[in-house]
DNA sequence: CGACCATTTGATATGGATCAAGCGATGTGG
DNA sequence: CCACATCGCTTGATCCATATCAAATGGTCG
């Protein structure tokens, strides 16, 4: 079912100082060099308990990471957008596996260089350690929405991606339904009826099944805190 | 509702060593000086938003951290039992708050001491990623948790402790059972008619409401994987 | 003994799952 | 270019696990 990826050994200059300059805060650990892969939709970047000898960062694209319960189950663990730096681990073992949800283009850099390094530089530790508390903290609140109604938790959803890809109200959500429904512990058909409901109450619109326009933020925000 | 605490200032060497011993892979950070306080049942170590100016190892006790969502109801994070290191943050805030379950004794450490030692020496900066590493993991299991049923939700809960306080298949619960649901998403009725029918199943003892004798581990832990 | 608190048990309600069908886009072969 | 298969999404009907509401039980401490 997966896709093979292909793999390109480019890594522009100009590429890489914009990404820099909107990812300050990992500026120092993406300074090293890394190779720019590209993996098709729904191809998979790494399977759970795999060795984690890699991270990667986003580069244009979205990435899930997931597992599969025993029962068939799957959760899905995050979703990564443009920017975002994924599959690092303290342990030497991914815990989820990963996948492209999009044609996506991905950095991937050598988990052992920058481990080494850690070891002599004292700010790239540091930014292992913050890259691992970002993530402490992004699964923490999800757990948060775990606990929530369903329509609690799709709006939070909704307002989370708002939140990630700031482009006004307008939302694109570039996963399917299924995605949104194993992120968020609840069915396709229970997703796909409270965004029918939200629209019903106009707290949004839904141009497309795939485009979401957040008509009331500071009400939706409230409506569920 | 929250009690007072009493601090002591006492800090035995052979209460130390007998703690390094146990716990070798933390051994480097606690190695710090820290003073050892006393909380009682229900205090509150620390409180959610709280500059993180210490971090904590429990010494004896137990201790959960939680979290009030807007509508009152309580998500419990973790609990934490003899050894565990809990309250490091990478941002400079209490993310939950923190209570002792029972009296409890804990060993408070400053962060400010490990971060900027961690800046000089390496080993104690993997330390300190390494600890958050495992809070990430613990995290990650616990999402995966709650989207289980409330059956799986409470054996999982029971083998985790058995795991965590290893004294054969006997656990004894420091917690009560509204502690327990808040941690497993439940209320306390389900947990309580979860455990009952465990019992009657033969899947597990209750000689007290506190203690618990798990039957037929190999069997609990295939019926959930 | 009696008050209080934690826990269990019982009866009923309900949110979301499940099962099933319909619908709208997109793409493919005749 | 249209018929038709496919796929992702929505909608409908029913069921069930767990929540909710309510009361009984048991253990602990003054």
Redesign the interface.
Known sequence: MLMRTTIEQDGSRAGRAARASSLRSVAGVIAMTGAPMNFARNCEIYGEGEPADYLYQVISGTVRTS?I???G?R?I?SFYLTGDVFGL???DEH??SAEAITDSRVLVIKRSALVSL???D?DV??Q???L??????R??D???L???TAQERVVDFLLEMADRAPSGDTVELPMPRQDIADYL?LTIETVSRTLTMLENDGAIALPTSRRVTLRKRAALGRL??
């Open positions: 597992k319960l025993a029962d189950r959760q663990g681990e303290v342990d815990t989820f850690a070891a002599r004292s530790a540091r292992l350690w913050t691992t508390g970002r993530e402490l903290a699964v923490q999800h757990i948060l775990l606990v929530k512990g569920n805190a």
